[in-house]
Structure formats: structure tokens, C-alpha cells
């Protein structure tokens, strides 16, 4: 991810992690390879999560990424599914929250937050909320890619010939992005 993306996702987690009162989360990004990549992480006391020392609930990554849909538990607990996992016993998992999101219907990351201690649990329009910013999360990554792609192409074309006027900026904006709305 591009330094811009990367500054954007630290912030959505940021925010997520305080709106979930989360001790620990991470984000996980689709690279160009289809592959699930860590972008951001924070809370895991000077370690990421390619620390040897992380292991989150990966059941509960597995569960929202099969089902595509947002994974809250505010009582690991007493979940059938997960409170036997192994990480959750070993890390004393508490609550969790799961967010995918998603791009004009692909998968395009996921926000994993959780603690140890059990809080009020979310309500609904905390949920909405965590919705609103992983879809604005989305969105802003996808941009960020698309106006990288702009300047690699116009980059590519000015190579090739010795003026780029407007027009030629233009129809590439206009081929990635479509019609811009006023």
C-alpha cells in the first residue's frame, strides 16, 4: 500500500479501535495478487502483527471473510463457535469485531479489533458507524490506487511523447473513473 493509503488505514483503525473501546486491532488488505496482506496494526505493545507474540482470533477473521458480513461478539465466552478456539483461550479474548469491506462488490480488506476485558457491547449505531468507515475506507484506498494508476500512466505516456496536454490527462481520468460528478 501506498504511503497515503497506509496514513489512512492507521486512521480508520484508530478510529475503530476507539469507537469499539478495543484494546488491539489490525487491518488486512487484498493486494494485486489476491493475497491478505497486514497494512496497519495497533495496540500489540510495540510488536505487529507479524509478531511472533499475535494471534488474534483468526476464527473469527475466517468466519467474516467466508460470510462477508460484520462479526461482532461482545462475549467470546459464551460463543459456541469461538470460545473454544485456541487463540481466544491463549489470548483470554473478550469481545471481538470483524468488519470486511468490500468495493463495488469485492473484497478489499478487513478490520479485526478486540479485547480482553468485556464492554457494553455495541450498539447499533456503533455498528453503523463501523459500516459507514469501513466503506469509507474502501473507497479511499480505491482512489488512492486509481490516482497512483493515473500518474504511472500519464507518466508512461509523457515518456513516450514530448507533450501531454489536458485532454490526454483527461480521457485517462475518464477511462479509470468514469464521469466525474459535479
Known amino acids: ?9 492507521r486512521r480508520f483503525l484508530e478510529s475503530a479501535i476507539e469507537l469499539t473501546a478495543a484494546e488491539r486491532g489490525f487491518i488486512l488488505v487484498v493486494g494485486a495478487d ?4 497486514a497494512e496497519a496494526a495497533g495496540g500489540f505493545g510495540g510488536g505487529g502483527v507479524d509478531d511472533r507474540e499475535f494471534s488474534g482470533s483468526l476464527g473469527a477473521v475466517e ?28 489470548q483470554r479474548i473478550a469481545t471481538l469485531a470483524c468488519v470486511p469491506f468490500h468495493h463495488e462488490g469485492r473484497l478489499v480488506g478487513l478490520l479485526y479489533v478486540d479485547s480482553r476485558t468485556i464492554g457494553t457491547g455495541l450498539t447499533e449505531l456503533d455498528l453503523e458507524i463501523l459500516e459507514a468507515l469501513a466503506e469509507q475506507a474502501a473507497n479511499a484506498m ?16 509523457a515518456g513516450e511523447s514530448e507533450f501531454v496536454g489536458p485532454d490526454v490527462l483527461e480521457e485517462l481520468e475518464r477511462r479509470f473513473r468514469g464521469p466525474r460528478s459535479a
Open 63 to 90: 468466519l467474516a471473510l467466508r460470510s462477508g458480513q460484520v462479526l461482532v461478539v461482545s462475549d467470546v465466552q459464551r460463543d459456541a463457535l469461538l470460545s473454544q478456539r485456541p487463540s481466544v483461550v491463549e
Open 1 to 9: 500500500a501506498s504511503a497515503d493509503s497506509s496514513t489512512l488505514l
Open 142 to 157: 480505491m482512489s488512492v490506487q486509481l490516482q497512483s494508476r493515473v500518474r504511472e500512466l500519464h507518466r508512461t505516456v
Open 34 to 37: 489476491g493475497m491478505l496482506r
